[in-house]
């Protein structure tokens, strides 16, 4: 098959562990920068052009899209789909999974476990949603953070109450969160691919900070999940209309809690887990490039 991942990092390692999985099974494969990427509309056309150059015979692109780059990453993914071609993340997932609120309320709709959550702009009810998320301490975020920033733990009602109002007067829309304590400081993620956990660990932050991200110096392992947590991250794949994402949970005393699902995860966990996730993106796009595409039922 004719393979394109759409990336902007041509030497970052998710992009060549796909390229090199690809071919390995004798597929020819470009990396294409997205960024780059225009597209021309008109009737009855959907043409995607790179450096001058018109993009057409791909079957199968597999984008790589950067949290900066979300909506013009999506257009150019739509417009692919446009042409039928087959994508291993399509551009309603993949927006959809770039917003936290939108993301946690289906996963609530679909029953899976999340935080307790209460979404606010406005700042005159504070107290109110402070009481909802059960008080301090109450974690509160940016709706389009990553990698853990714009994640803060406010200890104190006070403090709390600080944090919105800061949010508040820049105009960013903010989730307060129940600070679920028991398990500060780590959670677990399950990679999955075409509705099936393919590997999973878990990441611990090394000093005392609460988040356990990567990027803010957290350490990971391997991990066995619990049959709950498996199927909590299948059922969080499936209510993101997401056949390829990254799902992070906490465990907490009343079983897995989703915290978010990742529309392009990163492949560090091939390393701690020693799991071929590349190979297993491959089979996937394998299995189902040819069939029908299938489309998004999730209505929101
Ligand atoms: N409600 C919470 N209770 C305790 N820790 C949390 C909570 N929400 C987030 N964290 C910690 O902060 C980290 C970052 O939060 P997350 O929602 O995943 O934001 P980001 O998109 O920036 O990664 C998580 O991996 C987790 O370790
Ligand atoms: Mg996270």
Redesign the pocket.
């Known amino acids: 098959m004719n393979i394109a991942i759409l990336s902007k990092g041509p030497g970052n390692y998710s992009t060549k562990r796909l390229k090199e999985e690809a071919l390995a099974r004798g597929h020819s494969v470009r990396v294409i920068n997205y960024a780059k990427c225009y597209v021309s509309v008109e009737r009855s056309q959907p043409l995607v052009f790179y450096k001058g150059e018109e993009l057409r015979d791909f079957d199968v692109i597999i984008p790589r899209i950067a949290s900066s780059l979300t909506k013009y990453g999506s257009s150019i993914v739509r417009q692919f789909e446009m042409q039928n071609v087959f994508t291993t993340t399509t551009a309603i997932a993949l927006t959809r999974s770039r917003d ?1 609120l939108r993301s946690l309320q289906l996963l609530a709709k679909a029953g899976v476990g999340i ?1 307790k959550t209460v979404f606010a702009r406005d700042t005159t009810d504070t107290e109110d949603v402070l009481d909802k998320v059960g008080g301090a301490p109450a ?1 509160i ?1 940016v709706a389009r ?7 803060v ?1 406010a200890e104190t009602r006070k403090a709390a109450k600080a944090v919105m109002q800061a949010f508040y007067v820049e105009g960013v829309n903010f989730l307060v ?5 028991e ?5 677990v993620r399950a990679f999955v691919v075409g509705g099936k956990v393919v590997a999973s660990m878990e ?1 611990q ?1 090394l000093d005392d900070d ?4 990567l990027h803010q110096g957290g350490e990971a392992k391997p991990v066995r999940l619990t049959d709950a947590e498996r199927k909590t991250a299948m059922r969080a794949a499936k209510a993101m209309g997401l056949s390829i994402c990254g799902v ?1 949970m ?1 465990r907490s005393e009343r079983g897995p809690l989703v ?2 699902v990742n529309s392009s995860p990163g492949f560090a966990i091939e390393k701690i887990t020693n799991k071929n996730v590349a190979g297993h993106i491959l089979d996937y796009v394998e299995k189902n490039a040819k069939g029908k595409r299938r489309k998004d039922r999730v209505g929101a």
């Open positions: 936290k935080p974690i975020k953070g990553t990698h853990g920033n714009g994640v733990l969160q129940e600070f679920v304590e398990s500060a400081g780590t959670d990441r932050s609460f988040r356990s991200n992070d906490m915290l978010e």
